[in-house]
């Protein structure tokens, strides 16, 4: 398997070229809205999952190649879990920053930012995107549900001296469910959260793609329109909407293992799966086939969500 991927089509990073660190769902959250399912290994130990010079051999196979580096926007650490967890991580943005005169960025849950190993390895990166969904202990249990070893206080004071020291630019994400963490009062403890870490963008985002749990949905509009109130002099940015754009499928060598590698990272609507193996030059009703094939096998599966039809991994395991 792969653990380079794209580019892929990001509402905050243009087109990213994926790094995966980490094995399917390996993490210290198990967040009742994550688009790959449920955490099987729940785990707050860091250490090496593949060998680091394997991943920075085919981040190199990706950017050296000639006229390579012209459409990506960002080399993005992003992972099938929590890509802090990965030891080797400060050492892969480094080499990264070598090979190619790209901005790379890191997605995380921010949970480790109260280690100052974790601290020191993402200030090399240009761009750090934690998440926080909770103004209080009590609501971040129940979205995030983290592993035993985190403390919600000490996981925000992380991110408060992380702040502090990075020269690079803090994007933080808010993933707000319907019913968790939409009323006034939760957002206002949230807010009061964020003034704190002081992030120079605050990214809103409400579940677009079927969640872990299937009462994980995005609240009404009204309570958005909230949010967006309640944050606005916090340079919010709302990504509420879905993510357009065909995704890459340089080195696949088939339709098949195209979509087995893609749905595997990031679940897709049927839409974007035709349209992206159009670049097979696979016609719809091949494609459709090709689906039905890999449902027969086991190995994807089709869900419907908000009216939408996806395709996902047969691996996300959801309730």
Request: glycine share 6%; net charge negative.
């Amino acid at each position: 398997m792969r653990r380079v991927y794209g580019p892929v089509p990001s509402r905050r990073l243009g087109r990213s070229l994926g790094v995966n660190p980490i094995p399917f769902k390996t993490c210290n959250y198990s967040c009742v809205y994550c688009q790959l399912g449920r955490t099987t290994h729940m785990t707050n130990e860091r250490r090496d999952f593949f060998p680091p010079e394997e991943l920075l051999n085919e981040i190199r196979g990706v950017l050296e190649p000639a006229g390579s580096k012209q459409e990506l926007d960002f080399v993005t650490f992003v992972g099938e879990g929590e890509p802090t967890l990965c030891k080797s991580l400060g050492w892969l943005i480094s080499k990264t920053k070598e090979l190619a005169d790209i901005p790379v960025a890191v997605d995380t849950n921010g949970s480790l930012l109260y280690q100052a190993e974790v601290r020191n390895e993402l200030a090399q990166a240009d761009v750090v995107m934690p998440s926080l969904d909770a103004g209080t202990a009590a609501t971040f249990m129940k979205i995030n549900r983290p592993h035993r070893g985190i403390a919600f206080d000490t996981m925000v004071e992380g991110m408060e001296q992380f702040r502090r020291a990075y020269k690079g630019e803090l994007w933080v994400e808010v993933m707000l469910v319907k019913g968790l963490n939409d009323s006034e009062d939760e957002l206002l403890a949230l807010k009061r959260r964020l003034e704190r870490i002081e992030p120079d963008r605050i990214y809103l985002n409400v579940p677009i793609r079927p969640p872990a749990e299937p009462w994980a949905v995005p609240p009404d509009q009204e309570a958005i329109v909230l949010a967006q109130a309640i944050l606005s002099d916090l340079n919010v940015v709302d990504i509420t909407a879905e993510e357009l754009g065909a995704f890459s499928i340089a080195g696949f060598h088939n339709p098949e293992e195209a979509i087995l590698a893609i749905i595997r990272r990031h679940p897709m609507r049927e839409e974007q799966v035709i349209e992206t193996l159009q670049h097979f030059a696979v016609a719809g009703e091949a494609v459709q086939e090709s689906l039905q094939q890999l449902a027969k096998s086991g190995q994807i599966k089709k869900v419907t969500y908000r009216e939408k039809v996806f395709w996902l991994s047969e691996e996300a395991r959801r309730g």
